[in-house]
């Protein structure tokens, strides 16, 4: 009987983006961020007041990684840091930030 696993050791592992990032200046982020924090603020009032942060260039750690960051909050409702930190972890998985 022949084994359904067979070790081919000639093959690498290639780390390769599953999706393409679209390419946008800080200030385009910044607005797309701000859309979604205003959404959010739609849905639960306690969001109110809450700005969207400035993107900042970083080296990404891999090719994969995204390429920039944020500083924090410059005006976070209470309670809300979960919740605004995973629009921003959505964000850096579909934007790549250009100069």
């Known amino acids: 009987m022949l084994s359904t696993f067979i070790e081919n050791t000639t093959i690498r592992a290639v780390r390769v983006p599953l999706t393409l990032r679209k390419r946008a200046t800080a200030e385009e982020i910044q607005a797309d961020l701000q859309e979604r924090i205003d959404r959010l603020v739609a849905r639960d009032a306690r969001f109110a007041g809450s700005l969207a942060p400035r993107p900042r260039l970083v080296q990404p750690r891999d090719e994969s990684a ?24 959505q964000a850096r998985l579909e934007y790549e930030l250009v100069d």
């Open 66 to 89: 995204p390429n920039w960051i944020i500083d924090g909050f410059p005006a976070l409702a209470a309670g809300g840091f979960t919740a605004l930190v995973k629009i921003v972890d």
